[in-house]
Structure formats: structure tokens, C-alpha cells
């Protein structure tokens, strides 16, 4: 391999990199947010409720250096952002989405077993 194309991994697990990096609080629900189409820092803070603006921020940050998300800023006044799914944020939804379904059908049942076990 080319010098140019030597790629240095700080983690040499590639699943446990990548999932280090969704698998936070945020990540994933922003990623979810965005799957739905273009939305600006508003309607994501909206969108996710709880989340707090500096959470946010820093998530997006990540979620854009990791080349899960696209930034577009318009010059406007007030200036204008609006974040989407990359090519790559998509590609990785697709594979999401089952999960996320899994979730959603399988919530009630996790927390009632939840419930009895606490209880003894």
C-alpha cells in the first residue's frame, strides 16, 4: 500500500471502534432522527427533547467527522444549518433499521421483565 493510502487505526477493532462511537446516549437517535430526511439544529433539539445543547453540538461533531453526517451551512441572516445522512449515515441505517423495529415491538415486554426482576 502506497504511503498515501496508510491508513493508522487508534482502535484495531473495528466493531468495537465503530460501535464506540454510536453506541453513546446520542448517536444513534440523532442518526434516527436524520433518517427521516434534512433537518436543522432546531428541529433535531425538537425532535429529541431531552438532549442538551451542548450534547448535541458535540454529537453532530462527531457524527460529521466520523462521515455519518453532512453539514451544510447558507448564507443567510441569520445563517442557516442544515444537517443530512451521508451516503455512509444511510448505508448504516439500512442496517439499523431492523434494531431499531426490534426495539419499538419488543420494548414493553423488556421493561415488565425488567419489573420483575427488581421485584424478586
Not at 432546531?42 to 453526517?69: C, H, N, P, W
Request: hydrophobic share 40%; aromatic share 8%.
Amino acid at each position: 500500500m502506497p504511503a498515501d493510502e496508510t491508513v493508522i487505526f487508534d482502535q484495531p477493532c473495528p466493531i468495537r471502534d465503530v460501535l464506540d462511537r454510536i453506541g453513546d446516549q446520542w448517536s444513534l437517535l440523532v442518526l434516527e432522527a436524520l433518517s427521516h430526511g434534512t433537518l436543522r439544529y432546531s428541529d433535531l433539539m425538537r425532535g429529541i427533547g431531552d438532549i442538551s445543547k451542548q450534547m448535541l453540538a458535540k454529537t453532530l461533531r462527531r457524527l460529521e467527522m466520523d462521515g455519518f453526517v453532512t453539514r451544510k451551512v447558507f448564507a443567510e441572516v441569520p445563517p442557516r444549518v442544515e444537517y443530512s445522512l451521508s451516503p455512509l449515515g444511510r448505508s448504516f441505517m439500512q442496517q439499523v433499521q431492523g434494531m431499531i423495529a426490534w426495539a419499538d415491538a419488543n420494548h414493553r415486554d423488556i421493561v415488565l421483565n425488567r419489573r420483575a426482576y427488581e421485584q424478586g
